[in-house]
């Protein structure tokens, strides 16, 4: 039997649900029966009646899972894919921040630990931050950890008084303007699509900023032929997929997330076989945890229906 068998088999025996973030392995995308990015995959853990949930991403993304689902079985393949920056944060810089300010909001970018989450007011993601920092009651927006996501909303939303973490994706911080630039001079026909993780100056070159899923929604509905892509290389399998005919280029070679990449099909197979290793947490700070991502949850939800 293949391993991708044997991932069936497990699925159906132990009524599971795999969810899998694009940047992982594209192996691992195809076992998946959800792909997204971080606000889909939110919303379909949230969603599922499966008992149980294999996660197939970092483990803030398991962790918002069990937050939102303290009565399933939830599960990171690998319990060592964590995002480094979900742990820019300190408890601490929220407190001195949120005591020097009465109006304030504490916007937690979903890349943060269930510590931080719960000192927080609302998560965002980045495919819905523009559309919820404006609907926050207070002018004061302190936005953390990151710091380049921050200041991409900043300069959208200029009614309100941002405030700047000091966190990066150092993924997307490697993708420099250089390399764009030079991507550019040999594509010249090629549009520039970029996460809001990227820094302000690669941000500057790109012809289209979103996330993972606005990158590929946008080359699938362009009349351009060819693209640029300024974000973690596991989306390609995705921009195949829905764009045939199209090319992608990738501007260095440090597009690759190794947190994301170390969930592997064989990880996958055994967590399904053990359900280990297993998100727990304490009640208090799930429950802590859980009201800013059902704030945002809510907004992202009464925005898309207006
Ligand atoms: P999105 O999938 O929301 O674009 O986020 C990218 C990311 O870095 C997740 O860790
Ligand atoms: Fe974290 Fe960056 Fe990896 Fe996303 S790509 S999980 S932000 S390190």
């Known amino acids: 039997m293949s391993i991708q068998e044997d991932i069936l088999r497990l699925k159906r025996e132990k009524n599971a649900v795999v969810l899998a973030h694009?940047?992982?392995?594209g192996?691992?995308?195809?076992?998946?029966?959800?792909v997204g990015d971080s606000y889909y995959l939110s919303a379909a853990a949230r969603e599922t009646d499966k008992p149980v949930i294999i996660f197939c991403g970092v483990r803030f993304m398991a962790e918002s899972a069990k937050i939102m689902n303290p009565e399933k079985t939830v599960v990171l393949p690998d319990e060592l894919s964590d995002c480094p920056m979900a742990r820019m944060t300190e408890a601490a810089e929220i407190a001195e921040v949120r005591a020097a300010r009465s109006?304030?909001?504490?916007?937690?970018?979903?890349?943060?630990?269930?510590?931080?989450?719960?000192l927080s007011d609302v998560?965002?993601?980045?495919?819905?931050?523009?559309?919820?920092?404006?609907?926050?009651?207070s002018k004061n927006i302190f936005f953390i950890p990151d710091q380049?996501?921050?200041?991409y909303a900043a300069a959208h939303i200029p009614e309100k008084n941002f405030i700047f973490g000091s966190g990066y994706c150092h993924v997307h911080t490697g993708i420099t303007p250089e390399d764009v630039s030079a991507a550019k001079t040999a594509q010249p026909d090629a549009l520039v699509l970029a996460h809001p993780e990227c820094t302000e100056g690669t941000l500057a070159l790109a012809d289209y900023i979103g996330s993972t899923s606005g990158i590929i929604n946008f080359a699938e509905k362009s009349e351009a032929l060819s693209f640029i892509i300024c974000t973690e290389a596991g989306v390609l399998r995705e921009l195949?997929?829905?764009?045939?005919?199209?090319?992608?280029?990738f501007v260095g070679r440090r597009q690759f997330c190794p947190n994301m990449k170390s969930i592997t099909l064989e990880k996958l197979r055994d967590s399904l076989d053990t359900l280990s290793p297993r998100i727990n947490m304490e009640e208090a700070l799930r429950l802590r945890a859980l009201r800013p991502?059902?704030?945002m949850h809510a907004l992202a939800k009464r925005a898309d229906s207006l």
């Open 123 to 137: 998560c965002v993601t980045s495919s819905n931050a523009l559309k919820i920092i404006p609907r926050l009651p």
């Open 27 to 34: 192996a691992v995308q195809d076992a998946a029966d959800f």
């Open 103 to 118: 109006d304030l909001s504490v916007v937690c970018y979903i890349n943060s630990t269930a510590e931080i989450k719960a």
């Open 293 to 295: 991502l059902e704030a």
């Open 22 to 25: 694009y940047y992982v392995d």
């Open 240 to 249: 195949k997929r829905s764009c045939p005919g199209k090319r992608f280029f």
């Open 148 to 151: 380049n996501l921050a200041k």
